[in-house]
């Protein structure tokens, strides 16, 4: 039994090099789509977007490339912190004239999160991807399942600059690239690409002194205290934590916190 499991998550450790190494830009065939939601979430059809499982993804005509397939946030993952910003909303005040929040994905990848949360507090999502090639898939994949989002090719930081704040439900998702954060002391949110606290003081500078919500995807191991440090000052409201299905440190979890303006 150990044997087993030992040996799947070294497989796992191997595809996952793949999938950010020479797979890293190529858009991933049918089968390698249901291997990789085997390997990571135990089964073919946990790997699922846009509400499409993995073995179906093909003949869906979706398209992933290797590194959006390791790091994209998956249906079951996405509905429930939908389901928790929901609820938070519920009980903070609306904008008179009940403007609909402003929710930004600064780093939107296979846009799913975007998706999920768009739908589920029936808002346009606005979405920031640098990466031409995942931008471009990405692109590909939200016209196909009709999605509302609007998604920006560029820098998470001019789509601040066009968004102004409206109030205090407005909501960020903050999923930058890992890369070398990932360390074997766990994953160090003041090492990512670019570093969370740059990325929290950047929210703040665009919403004059405005109160929101920030939420994060990080993995179940964090390093040097860096998620409580890097939200000093801010409240934290929910963690929500799926089921592991990897060894600890490779898992993931979501964390909501209101972050005042100043
Ligand atoms: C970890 S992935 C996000 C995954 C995403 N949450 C999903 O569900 O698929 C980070 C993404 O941010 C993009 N990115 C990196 N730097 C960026 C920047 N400065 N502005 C916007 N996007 C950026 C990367 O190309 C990558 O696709």
Request: charged letters at 20%; a negative charge; glycine letters at 8%.
């Amino acid at each position: 039994m150990t044997t087993a499991i030992t040996d799947s998550h070294t497989a796992y450790f191997a595809f996952r090099d793949r999938l950010l190494g020479e797979l890293r830009t190529t858009v991933l065939t049918g089968e390698q789509l249901c291997e990789a939601g085997r390997l990571i979430y135990g089964r073919p059809e946990g790997l699922s977007l846009y509400g499409i499982p993995a073995p179906r993804m093909e003949s869906a005509g979706i398209r992933l490339l290797g590194r959006t397939t390791i790091e994209c946030c998956v249906d079951g993952y996405a509905v429930a912190v939908a389901d928790a910003l929901a609820e938070i909303h519920t009980t903070l005040p609306e904008r008179a004239g009940k403007e609909e929040p402003l929710v930004l994905d600064l780093f939107c990848g296979s846009g799913n999160f975007s998706h999920h949360l768009g739908t589920r507090l029936d808002v346009v999502v606005h979405a920031a991807e640098l990466d031409l090639d995942v931008h471009t898939a990405t692109r590909h994949n939200l016209d196909r399942v009709g999605a509302r989002t609007q998604l920006h090719l560029g820098d998470y930081r001019d789509l601040l600059g066009k968004h102004p704040a409206r109030g205090p439900r407005d909501t960020y998702f903050v999923e930058p690239p890992w890369g070398p954060a990932f360390t074997p002391a766990g994953l160090d949110l003041t090492r990512t690409s670019p570093p969370v606290p740059e990325i929290l003081d950047e929210v703040r500078r665009s919403r004059d002194g405005l109160p929101c919500l920030v939420a994060i995807k990080t993995n179940d191991h964090i390093a040097h205290d860096s998620l409580h440090h890097s939200f000093a000052g801010a409240q934290h409201l929910r963690t929500v934590t799926p089921a592991p299905t990897l060894p600890f440190g490779a898992n993931m979890d979501f964390h909501v916190y209101r972050l005042d303006g100043n």
